[in-house]
Each structure stands twice: as structure tokens, then as C-alpha cells.
């Protein structure tokens, strides 16, 4: 049976990715501040009460489960960093969370991870990034958001090559402008239209994909 670990399971994406992956018969390992929200919810699925910036945490997770084989590792959980966007109202203390979510959270996972991700079939390491974190792109606002999803995208990059030897593929995702509590009700995406979606870029996924930074219809996203 493929198993898959997801964080901030319990809302949004994270939610959703927890349905799908559930209902095509995985075993499903949902980390979430508040797993109780995920009660109800039908398949193989193991709940676990998780904050990613705990970093003990993270690590007693990964002895608690040292024996499983992970096939996809998706790092999920982060937060807007609205309150540090605007230019005139930085607010370091905004910023160093915003870091600590999206940035440092997902390394630590994937660092204590990779062993379990090494083990298994899928050899799989996601990362929910955003076209927002794109460079190339970038149309100005959104400081913090932004740097903090370039820097995933970087570390992710380079954890694509210091991983290469152990065959694991590497990819940041970038999901859509998607209707959740930080994507708003205006996008042009739902939750279920995104989430199969990305789902099956991931079912896809091959050894030249590694290190890749990919939209949730396949396609490429410069850096």
C-alpha cells in the first residue's frame, strides 16, 4: 500500500489532499494542529497532532513512524504574511514567522524525512510553493509571502541535488490561485478542481522532473 504524509492537513488543500489520496486506497498520515478536524473522514488515515515549527516535534514524528516506507512527503502548511507585505509596514516579527512556516518548516520535515522517503517506492518530495515566489514574474507586493516562497523554492532546488544520489524526486508546486481562506473567495480556482489536479501531476511525476518547479496543470514556472 503507497503511504503519504501531508501537513496542514486539516483545512484548505491540505484537507483535500487527504480526501484524494484516502479514497485511491493509500494509507494517509494527516498532520495538523488540530487533527480532530479530519474525524469523519473515510479511509486508511492516521491523524497526528502536528506544528511545523516545532522542531522536536517534527523529529519525534519521524522516530514514531521510523519503520514506514513514505512514497510522498507533501509539505502543505503555510501561512499569508499579510502583515508583513506592504512596503511601509514591514513588521519583522510578521516576517519571521511567515519564514519559520513556509521557508525553515518545510526543510525541517523534509530533513527528517528523506530517510523514510528514501525507503519507499514513490521516492516523492513536494512542496506547496506559488507562482508568487517566481522571480521572474513577480509584479511587485506581497514581501514577505513572496520571499518566503522564492527561499522554499531555492532550498527545495537544492535538495533536489544534495538528494539526486538517493533517486528521490524534488518538485515545488505551485497549486493556482485557489478559493481557501488565504486564495479568498474571488479565485479563479476551487479546491476541487486544484487538488486532482495536482494529484496527478504527482501520480506523474518522473527522476527528470526532479528539482523542477511546476504549475498544478503540468506546466513550468520560471524561477
Given at each position: 500500500?503507497?503511504?503519504?504524509?501531508?501537513t496542514g492537513a486539516a483545512r484548505g488543500l491540505g484537507l483535500e489532499f487527504t480526501r484524494q489520496y484516502a479514497a485511491k486506497g493509500w494509507r494517509v498520515h494527516a498532520c495538523a494542529r488540530k487533527p480532530e478536524a479530519l474525524a469523519g473522514l473515510k479511509g486508511d488515515i492516521h491523524p497526528h497532532k502536528l506544528e511545523v515549527t516545532d522542531h522536536k516535534a517534527v523529529k519525534a514524528l519521524a522516530a514514531e513512524l521510523?519503520?514506514?516506507?513514505i512514497d510522498v512527503l507533501i509539505c502543505n502548511a503555510?501561512?499569508?504574511?499579510?502583515?508583513?507585505?506592504?512596503?511601509?509596514?514591514?513588521?519583522?516579527?510578521?516576517?519571521?514567522?511567515?519564514?519559520?512556516?513556509?521557508?525553515?518548516?518545510?526543510?525541517?520535515?523534509?530533513e527528517a524525512f528523506v530517510p523514510h522517503v528514501a525507503r519507499s517506492a514513490g521516492k516523492k518530495l513536494v512542496a506547496i510553493s506559488s507562482v508568487l515566489g517566481s522571480i521572474t514574474n513577480s509584479n511587485g507586493?506581497?514581501?514577505a509571502y513572496r520571499a518566503s516562497?522564492?527561499?522554499?523554492?531555492?532550498?527545495?532546488?537544492?535538495?533536489s541535488l544534495d538528494t539526486a544520489g538517493q533517486?528521490?524526486?524534488c518538485v515545488a508546486l505551485h497549486p493556482g490561485w485557489v478559493q481557501t481562506d488565504m486564495g479568498g473567495s474571488g479565485a479563479p480556482l476551487t479546491i476541487a478542481q486544484s487538488v486532482p489536479s495536482m494529484v496527478k501531476v504527482i501520480d506523474g511525476l518522473k527522476p527528470g522532473d526532479n528539482g523542477r518547479f511546476i504549475s498544478y496543470d503540468g506546466s513550468g514556472i520560471p524561477w
Open positions: 500500500m503507497p503511504t503519504v504524509l501531508i521510523a519503520t514506514e516506507a503555510g501561512v499569508a504574511g499579510s502583515a508583513a507585505g506592504t512596503l511601509g509596514q514591514i513588521d519583522a516579527s510578521a516576517w519571521r514567522e511567515t519564514f519559520e512556516v513556509n521557508t525553515l518548516a518545510p526543510l525541517v520535515m523534509a507586493g506581497m514581501y516562497k522564492a527561499a522554499l523554492n531555492m532550498e527545495w532546488r537544492s535538495l533517486g528521490l524526486i
